[in-house]
């Protein structure tokens, strides 16, 4: 298990003045607690989070952490253009595997006729993009990083639910490729800027074309869609998460509910529980807050869940050619 260098953060609480602290880790760091919480508590008074969290749009409950001078949260990059109410340090975890990968794993996408590969990369493997590119561009390959928008910090950075460092190169690249482990953004970045996609898996470097995967996606999508036709009561999620928290976009779609003769609830949560929503006997759940919640957790609702961008679309409130991805730029 490779060592997570606290001294940085150390240097920064000291500056800062910080006494309480309370440590938030996602569960991929978790096994570093022991050995991070005993060099902090060292100096600090430390509380460990043991709220399940997935990225920097989540500081946890006001409850904890209106007690505490500092959050330093590893594992994430900041969220630039969230206003945090507390002074947060975001420790990101970088990772490269010990060698770059050969040439020929890049031969499909060549096969295929693309030149032109538009770069991007979880977080945690943004010091590994450098060398694939490198390892493209000896192979004859022209490469482009985008610029994200205001969600995010790093070029070429994406996101579960922000693909804009995509978006702002979509039209000068042939396809993308993807450096990551899971397959969620990899869809994302194929389905939203309708391009080629493909992903690097670092766990197994091996390549992975997202072109079947997006098929298989809408299928499943699709089919969940499709039981919400007739659904006459909604219930409205409004994710309280300080990243996640969009009651504009809510209240906008309870109004096109009533539009087309339904009843809309307004319901606010900081982690939803489908029986909550059995037990509101509503027919059908739009939740604002990570997009990927619908997506990833549909299977545990009884009734169907859905994204607003899906709302919009299988009700008729926006004409759109073809399905489009949730994605988040600002919160309220
Ligand atoms: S909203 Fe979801 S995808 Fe976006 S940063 Fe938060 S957990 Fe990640």
């Not at 996602?26 to 100096?43: A, C, I, N, T, W």
Request: with cysteine; aromatic share 10%; glycine share 8%.
């Amino acid at each position: 298990m490779p060592y997570i260098d606290p001294s940085s953060v150390i240097e920064k609480l000291e500056i800062m003045g910080a006494k309480k602290i309370l440590l938030q880790l996602p569960d991929g760091l978790k096994p570093h607690v022991f050995q991070y919480f005993s060099k902090l508590s060292e100096r600090f008074s430390v509380i460990v989070s043991s709220q399940p969290f997935y990225g920097a749009c989540d500081i946890g409950n006001m409850e904890v952490y209106s007690g505490v001078d500092c959050i330093v949260q590893l594992g994430h990059s900041a969220i630039p253009n969230i206003g945090y109410p507390k002074p947060v340090i975001f420790e990101e975890y970088r990772y490269s595997p010990a060698s770059l990968p050969e040439p020929e794993l890049f031969e499909p996408i060549r096969e295929r006729g693309f030149r032109r590969i538009g770069l991007l990369a979880s977080v945690q493997y943004l010091d590994f993009l450098p060398g694939v590119r490198e390892v493209l561009e000896k192979s004859g390959f022209a490469t482009a990083i985008g610029n994200p928008d205001s969600r995010m910090r790093h070029p070429g950075q994406v996101l579960g639910c922000n693909f804009s460092a995509a978006h702002s190169i979509s039209g000068e690249v042939d396809c993308f490729l993807i450096i990551s482990t899971g397959r969620f953004h990899s869809i994302g970045v194929q389905l939203s800027t309708d391009l080629d996609t493909f992903l690097l898996d670092v766990n197994e470097m091996k390549l992975h074309s997202m072109s079947g995967e997006k098929e298989r996606f809408l299928r499943s999508r699709y089919a969940v869609l499709s039981r919400a036709r007739d659904a006459k009561k909604f219930c409205v999620v409004m994710d309280t998460k300080i990243g996640q928290k969009r009651t504009s976009l809510a209240n906008l779609i309870a109004g096109k509910v009533k539009e087309m003769g339904g009843q809309a609830v307004m319901v606010s949560a900081d982690d939803i529980r489908p029986s909550d929503f059995e037990n509101m006997q509503c027919d059908a759940v739009v939740f604002t807050g990570c997009p990927r919640v619908p997506i990833d957790d549909w299977e545990k609702f009884s009734m169907p869940i859905m994204t607003p961008p899906e709302f919009l679309q299988i009700y008729g409130f926006k004409q759109q050619s073809g399905y489009v991805m949730d994605e988040i730029v600002t919160v309220d």
